[in-house]
C-alpha cells in the first residue's frame, strides 16, 4: 500500500505534517524552537514578541487544574530587535517558523511585524487574544481585529494569520472580519479565560489572578470554534486547544482545520508527541483509505 | 504516565515545622510533605510565597517519612521574604521536579559553594556507605558562611573548607582546594553546585582530569514543567531535562555555560 501523504500547505507554506508547535510553549529561544523542529513538528510557532523587552508577571504564572493547565506569563519577551537572531537560528531546523506578535496599537503591530520578515520569519501570527495581560482585547472588538490585521497587511508581504480568542459571544463575527482585513489563514483558539483560588489561604495562585486555560479541558470548544469558523470563512483554520493525541488532532481536522497547532500536551506526552501523533493520523488515513490528510479537512460539514 | 494528570499539579500548602538558622544570612525550613518523601538528591520545589512570588529551591532534606527540608539565603526578594517566615507560617510548594544527581561509586569528590551545599547535603547522605570514599569541599565567602559544615563532618572525615577572606580554612575559593584534590588522587566522580562561575571552573578541572562531573545549574524558572521554555541552556531545558547536567551535556552547551543566561524577558545576559 502507498503510504498516507501528510503534508499540508496553508497560505503557502508547505508544512511535512500538520503538526504545528503553538505559542507561548519553548518558542523564547532559538535553540528550543529548533528541538521542537527537529522533534518532527511541521512548523513553530515563536513566543509572543512585543516591540520592548518585557519581563512579564511574578510568579506563579503556571498551575495544573484537572485536565488542564492555567497560566498567565505576561507576555515576557526580549523585544523583537533582540529577538531576530532567536528566528535566524531557529529556521536552521528547515520547518517553517511563524513569528507570534503583539503590540499596544495597529502601528505597533505593524512594526514589529516587518522586524520579523526581515529576521526571516515565513509568516506572522497575530496576537490579538492573550487572555491575561493589558495589551491584549483587541481580538474581542471586530473593528480593531480589523484595523490591526489590515496594518500588519500593508507593512509585510509574508502571510498573516490571526490567532482568535473563544472569549467572545460570537467568533464567526471576529473571524470574518479578519478575513476581510486580509487575513491568510486563522488559528483557533488561544486560551479561555479562567482562574483557580487555594482554598487553605483563599488566594488567587496566579500572581496575575487570572490566566488562561488550555489542555484537554478547552478541547471541545476549541473543535466547535474550528467548525463554526471554517464553515463561515475561505482561508485555511488551524486548530488548537487540548490536541494530545493523533484522536483529537484527526478530530479538529475533520471540523475543519487543515492544520493543528501543540503546546500543553507537550508537559503531559513529552516532544516525541509530534512523531507519535503523525504516525496516528498516517496510520488513521490508511485504514480509512485516504490518500491524503487534505482530504479530511471538514468532513463533518456535510452531516 | 497517563496523557492525561491524575494528580493535580499546583501548590500544596504547608505549614514551617520548624526554621533553623544556619548562618547569619541562611535557614532551613522544616516542613511533611509526602510527596517529597524519598525524593533524590538534586531535584528541586517550586515555593509559592503566597502574595509575593514563587521560586525553585533545592531539597535539603527528603525522608522517606515525608520530612522535608528547604535551605535559603536571603538574597532577593522572594527569598528574603522566604527566609523570614517563621514557625506555623505556610508556604505552597509544587514538585518535586527534575532530574537529580546520579549516584555514583567509589572515589567522589563534592564541591560546593555557598548555599550550593543544600542539594549536596542530601546527595551526601546517600553516597555516605562503606563502599564509598568521599572528600567534601565547602566553600564560602568567610567563616560564618560555611554552611552544613557540621553536618557535613558526621558523615566523612574528610572534610575541606575554603573561605575568600581566608577567616577559616584554605583562604581561595572551592575550586582551588579541588584543583589539588584532583592532582593527589583519581577520582570516580565530581558532584558540583553552587554559583555559576565556580561551577564552570570545575567542569574545567574535571575535564583536564578525565573525571567526569555532575553540576546543579540555576536558571530563571516559571512553569518547571518543560513547557515554558524560560530555563533553557543550548538545547537542554534546566527544569526537566536538568537541573542536574553530566559533562557530556555540559559539553553540549559550553558557550553558555559559565558565560550567559537569560534574564526574565529572555534576553542574553553575562553572568
Redesign the interface.
Known amino acids: 500500500m502507498v503510504e498516507a501523504d501528510v503534508r499540508v500547505e496553508i497560505a503557502g507554506l508547505r508544512l511535512r505534517n500538520p503538526l504545528v508547535l503553538a505559542a507561548?510553549?519553548?518558542?523564547?529561544?532559538g535553540?528550543?524552537l529548533?528541538?521542537v523542529a527537529e522533534a518532527g513538528a511541521g512548523a513553530v510557532v515563536t513566543?509572543s514578541i512585543g516591540p520592548k523587552?518585557?519581563?512579564?508577571y511574578?510568579?506563579?504564572?503556571?498551575?495544573?487544574?484537572?485536565?488542564g493547565?492555567l497560566?498567565a506569563?505576561g507576555l515576557?519577551?526580549?523585544?523583537a530587535n533582540?529577538?531576530g537572531n532567536e528566528i535566524k537560528y531557529a529556521k536552521e531546523a528547515g520547518v517553517p517558523v511563524i513569528a507570534s506578535i503583539f503590540g499596544a496599537s495597529k502601528q505597533e503591530f505593524a512594526h514589529v511585524g516587518s522586524l520579523m520578515e526581515k529576521a526571516g520569519a515565513d509568516a506572522l501570527e497575530l496576537n490579538v487574544s492573550c487572555p491575561h495581560a493589558e495589551v491584549s482585547d483587541f481580538g474581542q472588538s471586530p473593528d480593531l481585529t480589523y484595523g490591526i490585521v489590515e496594518a500588519v497587511k500593508k507593512s509585510v508581504d509574508i502571510p498573516v494569520f490571526v490567532k482568535l480568542t473563544p472569549n467572545v459571544t460570537d467568533i464567526v463575527t471576529i473571524a470574518r472580519k479578519a478575513e476581510d482585513a486580509g487575513a491568510d489563514a486563522l488559528t483557533c483558539v488561544n486560551t479561555l479565560k479562567a482562574m483557580?483560588i487555594?482554598i487553605?489561604?483563599g488566594?488567587p495562585?496566579l500572581?496575575n489572578k487570572v490566566g488562561g486555560l488550555s489542555g484537554?479541558a478547552i478541547k471541545p470548544v476549541a473543535v466547535r470554534c474550528v467548525y463554526e469558523v471554517s464553515k463561515a470563512v475561505n482561508i485555511p483554520v488551524i486548530g488548537c486547544g487540548g490536541i494530545?493525541?493523533w484522536e483529537d488532532a484527526v478530530e479538529f481536522m475533520l471540523a475543519g482545520a487543515s492544520a493543528v497547532q501543540i503546546?500543553?500536551?507537550?508537559?503531559?506526552?513529552?516532544l516525541d508527541i509530534f512523531k507519535d501523533i503523525t504516525e496516528g493520523i498516517r496510520a488513521y488515513l490508511e485504514r480509512k483509505g485516504y490518500g491524503s490528510v487534505k482530504e479530511i479537512v471538514g468532513l463533518s460539514h456535510k452531516y | 504516565?497517563s496523557?492525561?494528570?491524575t494528580s493535580?499539579?499546583?501548590?500544596r500548602?504547608v505549614k514551617i515545622e520548624e526554621a533553623k538558622a544556619e548562618t547569619p544570612t541562611v535557614k532551613t525550613f522544616t516542613f511533611h510533605d509526602k510527596a517529597c518523601s524519598g525524593a533524590p538528591p538534586g531535584q528541586f520545589l517550586?515555593v509559592?510565597i503566597?502574595?509575593?512570588?514563587?521560586?525553585p529551591m533545592s531539597l535539603s532534606m527528603a525522608s522517606p517519612a515525608g520530612l522535608s527540608a528547604i535551605t535559603v539565603k536571603k538574597v532577593g526578594e522572594a527569598s528574603e521574604a522566604l527566609y523570614n517566615l517563621k514557625r506555623g507560617d505556610?508556604i505552597?510548594v509544587?514538585g518535586p521536579y527534575g532530574r537529580g544527581f546520579t549516584l555514583a561509586s567509589g572515589n567522589l569528590l563534592m564541591a560546593g559553594g555557598g548555599t550550593g551545599m543544600a542539594c549536596l547535603m542530601l546527595l551526601a547522605e546517600k553516597l555516605a556507605k562503606p563502599t564509598n570514599k568521599v572528600t567534601c569541599i565547602i566553600g564560602a565567602k568567610t567563616r560564618s558562611e560555611l554552611l552544613f559544615l557540621e553536618r557535613m563532618k558526621r558523615i566523612f572525615p574528610e572534610v575541606v573548607t575554603t573561605t575568600d577572606d581566608g577567616s577559616y580554612g584554605l583562604k581561595g575559593l572551592a575550586t582551588d582546594a579541588m584543583k589539588q584534590a584532583l592532582a593527589k588522587q583519581k577520582f570516580n566522580m565530581v558532584y558540583t553546585c553552587g554559583p555559576e562561575i565556580m561551577m564552570f571552573k570545575a567542569f574545567q578541572l574535571a575535564e583536564q582530569s578525565n573525571v567526569p562531573i555532575q553540576a546543579s545549574l540555576e536558571r530563571i524558572?516559571?512553569?518547571?514543567?518543560?513547557?515554558?521554555?524560560?530555563c533553557?541552556i543550548?538545547?537542554f531545558?534546566v527544569c526537566i531535562d536538568g537541573p542536574v547536567l553530566t559533562s557530556q551535556e555540559l559539553r553540549r552547551v559550553k558557550e553558555e555555560f559559565g558565560a550567559y543566561k537569560?534574564?526574565?524577558?529572555?534576553?542574553k545576559t553575562k553572568i
Do not use: Q
Not at chain 1, 507561548?24 to 529561544?29: E, F
Not at chain 1, 511574578?58 to 485536565?67: D, F, H, R, V, Y
Not at chain 1, 503546546?263 to 513529552?270: D, F, H, M, V
Open positions: 507561548g510553549v519553548l518558542g523564547v529561544t535553540f528550543s529548533r528541538r513566543k523587552p518585557r519581563e512579564g511574578a510568579n506563579p504564572t503556571l498551575l495544573e487544574t484537572s485536565c493547565f497560566n506569563m515576557p519577551n526580549p523585544g533582540e529577538f483557580a487555594d487553605e489561604t488566594r495562585i500572581a484537554p494530545t493525541h503546546g500543553s500536551a507537550i508537559a503531559l506526552r513529552g | 504516565m496523557a492525561y494528570p493535580i499539579d499546583k501548590p500548602i517550586m509559592w503566597p502574595g509575593v512570588d514563587e521560586i505556610v505552597g509544587r524558572m516559571r512553569c518547571s514543567i518543560g513547557l515554558c521554555g524560560s533553557m543550548g538545547e531545558r537569560r534574564d526574565f524577558t529572555g534576553r
